[in-house]
């Protein structure tokens, strides 16, 4: 088994619905790492699988979003993952490994948010914006 996998696994058992968040985000950035990877190799398959992996999480990201509670900050939400998911359909058919990096940095921009939101709350559960 691969070490690294049984380590988020058992980091995501006991883990709060923000550091769940987190995780699913970590997954996304390490994906596209892999798919950049991939297009410098011209690994067709590679690129496409986690591209497509990624895409997975962003909606599973966007299907737990809570927008009775969550307000202008969930739609924003949406905004962001509508355009990222646009953007990566559109590295992998331009195999674009620029359009891969900015979505990379945006998404370690909003990880961090994420990070300092968890800091603040602790472990309070954070039903305002997910589910």
Not at 1 to 24: F, H, I, K, N, Q
Not at 61 to 70: H, I, K, S, Y
Request: glycine share 4%; with cysteine; charged share 25%.
């Amino acid at each position: 088994m691969d070490p690294r996998l049984a380590y988020r696994e058992s980091e995501a058992r006991g883990a709060t619905s923000l550091r769940l968040v987190v995780l699913m985000y970590e997954q996304i950035i390490q994906d596209l790492r892999q798919a950049s990877r991939a297009l410098d190799q011209n690994n067709v398959e590679l690129r496409t699988n986690r591209i497509n992996h990624a895409l997975d999480v962003i909606c599973i990201l966007q299907a737990t979003l809570n927008f009775e509670a969550g307000g202008q900050v969930a739609r924003n939400l949406v905004l962001f993952y509508d355009a990222l998911r646009a953007n990566l359909c559109k590295a992998q058919a331009e195999a674009s490994k620029e359009i891969l990096e900015r979505q990379i940095t945006d998404l370690l921009a909003v990880r961090e948010a994420w990070e300092q939101v968890e800091r603040v709350e602790g472990a309070a559960p954070i039903s305002r914006v997910i589910q």
